[in-house]
């Protein structure tokens, strides 16, 4: 069936160097991906999204790029501090399905060491 | 900044008992969902609602589970008779232009 995955489960990086979070779909109709920041005790939080129609979107300290070709999709952060530490998940849907159809991967859980 | 708000963040229950997950909105918000996530698991989706009804449900919403929004603010879900698998973290969250908020969450475990 359709899903979502992550390659790692965990990543650990030093503090200050650059992490690159990995997650391949495989549902080629999904348009609309997004990734999620959960800390420990805390619910999912939106850190960024990007749309089919493009490769790369840039936020605070955050890029996601997309590979269509491919079926991947990929969180940088840079300069990470402590507070990054938390498990990262990409979901995928088809726009305008609404939240109903959002696909969520299991999770990678990115260790920041001092 | 305006967030979704869930109580309790701990609940504890015997096996059979009926239990009710309360969760407060973003008030402007219209869309409204409970998820689970199940210990080490992915996030999985419950149900929506919106304008007062279910629009979707997945499988695991089955008979013995049901939401309401009794007021203005509040979104229960309630579960007649738990099971020990319903033992999982219980996120409400509400949309905005595809944009999901989600809750802390609540703890459910199922003894």
């Known amino acids: 069936g359709e899903s979502v995955g992550l390659h790692l489960p965990t990543l650990s990086v030093q503090e200050g160097d650059n992490s690159i979070i990995n997650c391949a779909y495989s549902?080629?109709?999904?348009?609309?991906f997004i990734w999620y920041k959960q800390e420990s005790g805390k619910g999912p939080q939106f850190i960024i999204d990007?749309?089919?129609?493009?490769d790369k979107r840039q936020g605070q300290r955050v890029t996601v790029l997309l590979n269509k070709t491919v079926k991947h999709l990929s969180l940088q952060i840079a300069a990470t501090q402590p507070g990054d530490s938390a498990v990262y998940f990409c979901?995928?849907?088809?726009?305008?399905?609404?939240?109903?159809?959002?696909?969520f991967g299991k999770g990678t859980h990115l260790i920041i060491q001092p | 900044e305006p967030e979704v708000t869930q109580t309790p963040s701990h609940q504890v229950t015997q096996m059979g008992q009926e239990v009710i997950l309360r969760c407060v909105p973003i008030?402007?918000?219209?869309?409204f969902y409970w998820y689970r996530q199940i210990l080490g698991q992915k996030v999985e989706f419950l149900v929506s609602?919106?304008?007062?009804?279910?629009?979707?449900k997945s499988e695991i919403f089955d008979d013995q589970f049901s939401v309401e929004r009794p007021d203005g603010s509040n979104f229960t879900l309630k579960i007649r008779s738990t099971k020990l698998e319903d033992s999982a973290m219980y996120f409400c969250?509400?949309?905005?232009?595809?944009?999901?908020?989600f809750g802390s969450g609540t703890q459910l475990s199922v003894l």
């Open positions: 979901a995928e849907t088809i726009s305008g399905g609404g939240a109903d159809g959002l696909t």
């Open positions: 549902n080629s109709a999904s348009d609309y």
């Open positions: 008030s402007n918000h219209l869309y």
């Open positions: 990007i749309r089919s129609n493009m």
């Open positions: 609602f919106y304008n007062n009804e279910i629009s979707e």
């Open positions: 969250a509400s949309l905005t232009f595809e944009k999901l908020f």
